[in-house]
């Protein structure tokens, strides 16, 4: 029986491939012995006991059974410390103890031998089990050697065992001291030996398209930009492809694409880079969750997004785009042939979308960028310069930074922030302090509480001791319902937006009515801020990412959805809403291929409910979130 390579050293370590050898065949004098190359030996002819048990345990060593092979070597070391042949028993003992799964055994006994002794097998199998121990550094110094002349003889293993574990080992290795180009090639090398089999051949496809995977798209293009064997090119064809279309050059990406594609099929792979022959600029694509856990967020992101498409042209004709939608919670019997980031592939393919909204997916992100789709992400991060994503949501960072850059400017020179001890929270304090700093200012105090406590008489005692004109409270809303009147018991009240007189004299602690500017990112703002503690935040700045305030900016957006919806819109309405306009501004303007939207929203400024979107070389937003303020029983939009 047969045993694959990879099952058998690679993966499980726990059989080696049978070659049938009888007992009478090994050899004792005068013959090459079963020592992976080791010259002619004579047996010691006054240790005949000897002679035996090397004839015993080699024998074992050729059967599919590493346990008996183990057991009669360790024998014959032990009973025969001095024998002529220990250097080959080593070798044999070692070749069992991979075969088991037991690298640190076989590194153990392989460095037993004397250095004189060691022959071209012995580095060979040092380096397969210095490769399964993590030492990847020193796996490839001593394989490398053999990857021009091929491996030496292993005792039993067959003609094509040996060069299908070298590629495997030295492959992996590669992968992981930083040679992933070079450890594709060693899997090219693996699927070109002769008698390797198909379902080996399609395991070291999938290894050299899991390497590939982790290629930046730039360092694709560079490796491509000499010539390489058609298999490597086929793997590394599609993250090239992106690249380019990352860039703009989407003459290049097509080249490319359609040379990658034919390669593909010559190699009997799935072309899967084709990209949609066409697109139609009127349609409009959208990835959300519709099933799962997240379902309810999908539901919310098409409400913004369907008043986009209900809006008229500007001849005020009906609008004649089209909103394709797929689930991109999809379950795996559903996601079809693109498996996870489905959606995504589904909408660039099947669907010729120009560009696409939707939840953030790492497979989808790359699926989108082989196609150079512009892909607006509702996400707080950046997707890197090298994918065709842009973060739609300001990072929380960022609002932070933007009320301590208001406050700086409204006067205000020495800080305290009231927040939470999570690690959002502190990440919030964090950008906070930087940005304080930068501008002149000072933070006196950072007081923490229980994530999620509902009493704070021992951390307002605290500010009471402290002289400071603006506090910032890095919480949500509902924190701030309670923050507000725990304040006033100790008689410190906002203070409205407005310069500063004498920024010093709000410095020092008093006994009476204290007015400081009270900051806070106040996430998932609503109406319920006001019923409840409406007295006790008149003045508060708040930058929650969008609130739907009755101004120029939002106020039509707000009537259409209250008509529409009965209710306010919400924050991820709101990116919903902005995240389809871009995209359609964008055709609005004259893009009519995905990569006039990519240079367009690359480069351009699109007024937004969540502020005038921009985007920064790692398409990042960079435009600044927008602020409100506390003004009566509204919440207003601060200029």
């Given at each position: ?15 080696t ?14 013959e ?33 059974d ?12 032990a009973?025969?410390?001095d ?13 069992a103890?991979l075969?088991?799964?037991?690298a ?12 004189g ?14 490769g ?126 359609q ?15 084709q ?31 369907m ?5 008229p ?25 693109a498996g ?22 790492p ?13 607006l ?15 739609l ?63 704070f ?52 602690p ?27 935040v ?14 120029a ?7 259409r ?25 964008a ?9 006039d ?13 969540t502020?005038d ?19 009566g ?7």
């Amino acid at each position: 029986m047969r045993i694959g390579v990879l099952a058998a050293f690679l993966l499980t370590g726990c059989a080696t491939r049978q070659v049938q050898t009888r007992q009478d065949e090994v050899p004792l004098t005068g013959e090459r012995l079963p020592d992976s190359g080791a010259a002619e030996v004579r047996l010691a002819r006054e240790d005949r006991g000897g002679d035996a048990d090397f004839r015993t345990a080699a024998s074992k060593a050729f059967a599919a059974d590493p346990t008996a092979a183990r057991a009669a070597l360790e024998a014959f070391l032990a009973n025969h410390p001095d024998h002529r042949q220990r250097p080959a028993a080593l070798a044999l003992l070692a070749r069992a103890q991979l075969a088991s799964g037991d690298a640190a055994g076989a590194k153990t006994t392989l460095e037993k031998a004397d250095t004189g002794a060691r022959t071209p097998d012995f580095d060979f199998l040092l380096g397969i089990a210095y490769g399964r121990l993590g030492n990847h550094v020193l796996a490839v110094t001593l394989l490398r050697p053999f990857l021009a002349s091929g491996p030496p003889r292993i005792g039993s293993l067959s003609d094509a065992e040996a060069p299908l574990l070298l590629r495997a080992a030295a492959a992996e290795a590669l992968a992981e001291t930083g040679d992933p180009v070079a450890a594709i090639e060693q899997w090219d090398q693996y699927r070109s030996v002769d008698e390797a089999r198909e379902h080996e051949r399609a395991y070291a496809r999938r290894r050299a398209e899991e390497v590939a995977e982790k290629i930046p798209g730039e360092a694709a293009l560079s490796a491509l930009s000499v010539p390489r064997a058609p298999f490597v090119r086929a793997v590394l064809g599609a993250h090239a492809v992106a690249a380019l279309r990352a860039r703009g050059d989407e003459a290049s990406a097509v080249r490319l694409e359609q040379d990658v594609g034919l390669i593909r099929r010559n190699l009997g792979l799935d072309p899967g880079l084709q990209a949609a022959a066409s697109v139609d600029p009127l349609r409009l694509g959208l990835a959300v969750p519709q099933s799962g856990a997240q379902a309810r967020l999908g539901e919310v992101v098409l409400r913004g997004a369907m008043l986009v498409m209900a809006e008229p042209t500007a001849s005020g004709d009906p609008s004649s785009y089209q909103l394709m939608v797929r689930d991109s919670d999809a379950p795996a019997e559903r996601a079809g042939s693109a498996g996870v980031g489905g959606a995504a592939w589904s909408l660039s393919r099947e669907e010729s979308v120009i560009g696409l909204l939707g939840a953030p997916n790492p497979r989808g992100i790359e699926l989108a960028a082989r196609d150079g789709v512009p892909f607006l992400l509702l996400d707080d991060h950046s997707p890197g310069a090298r994918t065709t994503a842009f973060q739609l949501i300001h990072a929380p960072e960022s609002r932070a930074i933007a009320l301590a850059q208001r406050a700086l400017a409204l006067g205000a020179r020495r800080f305290v922030v009231l927040g939470p001890d999570s690690p959002s929270g502190k990440r919030l304090a964090g950008a906070f302090k930087i940005a304080v700093v930068a501008g002149g200012g000072a933070l006196v105090a950072h007081i923490t509480y229980v994530a999620g406590a509902t009493s704070f008489s021992a951390q307002v005692s605290e500010l009471r001791k402290i002289g400071f004109d603006a506090l910032f409270v890095p919480d949500e809303a509902t924190r701030l319902e309670l923050i507000g009147p725990a304040l006033a018991v100790a008689d410190i009240w906002p203070r409205r937006p407005r310069l500063l007189a004498a920024p010093s004299s709000a410095t020092a602690p008093t006994a009476g009515r204290r007015e400081v500017l009270l900051l806070s990112t106040a996430l998932s703002l609503s109406q319920k801020l006001l019923r409840n503690a409406e007295r006790y935040v008149q003045g508060a700045m708040l930058c929650p990412g969008y609130y739907p305030a009755e101004d120029a900016r939002s106020g039509n957006f707000v009537a259409r959805f209250r008509e529409a919806y009965g209710t306010n819109p919400t924050a991820v309405d709101a990116y919903g809403y902005d995240g389809l306009a871009i995209l359609r501004g964008a055709v609005d303007r004259g893009a009519r291929t995905r990569a006039d939207v990519l240079r367009l929203v690359g480069s351009g400024r699109f007024e937004g409910m969540t502020g005038d979107i921009r985007f920064g070389p790692d398409h990042g937003r960079i435009d600044p979130p927008l602020i409100y303020f506390v003004e009566g029983d509204s919440i207003r939009l601060l200029r």
